[in-house]
């Protein structure tokens, strides 16, 4: 199966600065990579699908890049909600697999 | 809009067996799969498998192959997932998500299963 490596494990960011979170795959997932982002007590929350395209209803601040192994998801500005933990997740192979998670925190 | 409504958080003791479900609405219920994943405290979510409403075929991620049955009721739009011989490191938030597609945009509340003897 393909293993997702999330770096770091934890990211001090203070509000207003530009978190860059990264996820590296064991092999090429071409563009099949999604991001979530999770707060304590509820579900993931999708946020971008192909590693670049925006899930319905999320703001612009949240953006990705990458294709094959290293992807990279930055949120230009960050906001006092966006403080959680964000993981990414491989669909181009069965198993779909996650990264083991980047937590942000405020600095 | 799509929600899914899970069962309610679950005590087993080891060797037993578990049974979640997840009720849809505001969505055609054979129009959409239902994956299920499983996510221990502090780790990644991990995918378990999903099942064709609309066939009830499912199809099993291999660690979960034998242990898990994932069947559904067209009647009542519900998914259910069931585990057998639970163990300890069985313990986790159990989730049922909706979609075409291999990533997963809606998702259940979430299930807390934990397993102790």
């Known amino acids: 199966e393909i293993v997702m490596t999330q770096s770091p494990a934890t990211l001090s960011v203070s509000p207003g600065e530009r978190a860059i979170l990264s996820c590296r795959a064991s092999q090429s997932v071409s563009s099949n990579l999604a991001w979530y982002q999770q707060k304590p007590g509820q579900a993931p929350r999708l946020l971008l699908y192909?590693?670049?395209t925006r899930a319905t209803g999320i703001p612009a601040r949240f953006s990705g890049s990458g294709s094959g192994t290293e992807f990279t998801l930055t949120i230009s500005s960050l906001q006092s909600e966006d403080f959680a933990v964000y993981y990414c997740q491989q669909y181009n192979n069965w198993p779909y697999t996650f990264g083991q998670g980047t937590k942000l925190e405020i600095k | 809009q799509v929600q899914l409504m899970q069962s309610g958080a679950e005590v087993k003791k080891p060797g037993a067996s578990l049974k979640v479900s997840c009720k849809t609405s505001?969505?055609?219920?054979?129009?959409?799969?239902i994956h299920w994943l499983r996510q221990v405290p502090g780790q990644g979510p991990e995918w378990m498998g999903w099942i064709n409403p609309n066939s009830g075929d499912p199809e099993y991620a291999q660690k979960f192959q034998g242990r898990v049955t994932m069947t559904r009721d067209t009647s009542t739009r519900t998914a259910y997932m069931e585990m057998r011989g639970l163990r300890s490191d069985d313990t986790a938030v159990f989730y049922c998500?909706?979609?075409?597609?291999?990533?997963?945009?809606?998702w259940g509340q979430g299930t807390l299963v934990t397993v102790s003897s």
């Open positions: 998500a909706s979609g075409l597609t291999p990533y997963f945009e809606h």
């Open positions: 192909g590693a670049s």
């Open positions: 505001g969505y055609t219920f054979t129009g959409l799969f």
